[in-house]
Each structure stands twice: as C-alpha cells, then as structure tokens.
C-alpha cells in the first residue's frame, strides 16, 4: 500500500504554568520543557462504499400506501441481493408515512385537498466492490428506487494507518524537540507524555437522483444511472495527530 504524508504541524510551547510552582527559575532552566504537536496524515484508496436507495409508493389509503411500498421494497431488496450484497450489510434507515397534497386554485385561492398518502422505506446498502458500484447503481434504478444517494467511501479498518501515522509521528516529535534541545545546548530529550487525537476525511462522490413528482405532473422516467467508469473513488485521508511533551537533558 501506498502511503502518503499530507501535512505536519509543529508547536513549541514554554515551559508549563503548572511546572514553575515549586521550582526555582534556575532548577526550570537545568531541565526545560518542550512540547512539539505533530499531525501525521496518510492517504489511501477506499476499499467501501455505501449508496442509500429509497422506493416511494402513493395509494388512496395509508394502509394500501404501506402495502404497496413493502411490496416494492422487498423486490428492491431481492434484486441487490440478486446482485450479490449480503444481507448483513443491508440496512433499513427509516419507514416514513405522509399524506399526499393536491395543491388547486379555486376562484385566485389556493386550497389543498388530501388525495391519499405516500410511504417511503429509505435502504442503506454497503459494498466492497467498489468496481461494480456502477452496475449496483444500474441495478437499483431498474428495480424502482425512487431516490438514490451516495456513493460515500470509507475504510474498512483504519487502524493500520493509525498505527503507521502513529510511528511516523512519534520519529518526526522527537527530532523536532531535539532540534529544539540541541539549539538549547542540550544532547537529549526524555518523554514525559503523550495526547492523541484522530483525523478521518474522505473527497465523497455523490450521485443523486430522484422521481418524486407532483400529482399534476406526468410520471418521468427512472433517473439515469451514472454511466460505467464515471465513479471516481478517489482517497482517504486518515491520521493522528499527537502532542508530545520532553524533557531536555545535558
């Protein structure tokens, strides 16, 4: 894998407010403090991704919405299954029921008039092979998703690039505190503490589409889906970033 350094930030920092109680100037100047914070980024491909599909179906009942959206819905769910996504990474993110609208003007008013109700069932669905995501997007389009977001990309298991940026990060704070030390006219430096925090960014792709319409509007057809190669996963960024305090030793 190939790993590259982003950025680095570095903070020297005087010796600590809590360090001087108790202590004379020259026991503090015999062995000052430095903390150095350095950020340690490593950028790889993802090796996942997740789209969120969801079927939408009208009826003059709310009953008859909910059935005919479990219908519609369960076939979606066949046919991503069909195209070989377990179901342990298919997700069920919400059912929704809502009434449905019919806006009229009526002598220069404008009215509303319930015409029957629209159940939605919003799916996330989870894939590693992100060189079938465009004939995944196909597939779900053909089945009747009425709404599709995604895809979002991530790392299965950022931990091994943590440990990476982790090493990476300690080797580059103590030659920066050395540097330090050794303009100070000290030979070495001792550790006295570590803080991390993590980072975790991905460039998201997204393709969007929809067929929520109007009641007065025509049905469209099914939105188009992306054409094969014109997904680009792009990469992670993922790292620490560690502030570390030293001792400066003669």
Known sequence: MRFLVLNAALLA??????????????????TPVVTVRIGENLKTPPDEATITVTSQSRAPTASAALEANKVKTEKMVAVIRAAGIPGKDLQTQGVSLNPDYKYETVNGRGSQRLVGYIASNTIRVKTKRIDRLPALL???TAAGA???YGPNFSI???????????????????????????????S???????EEGTSYRSSDIVVTGSRMRLNELPAPAPPPAPERGGIEPGQ???GVTLTL???MVK
């Open 13 to 30: 920092l005087a010796v600590p407010a809590a360090a001087q109680q108790g202590a004379s100037l020259s026991e503090l100047a015999a």
């Open 138 to 140: 196909d597939v779900v």
């Open 146 to 148: 009425d709404q599709l």
């Open 156 to 186: 299965a298991d950022p931990l091994p690039l943590r440990r990476e940026a982790r090493k990476r990060a300690m080797v580059r704070g103590e030659a920066e505190a050395l540097e330090y030390a050794a303009n100070a006219g000290f």
């Open 188 to 194: 070495r430096v001792q550790l006295l503490s570590v």
């Open 236 to 238: 992670i960024e993922t």
């Open 245 to 247: 305090v030293f001792r």
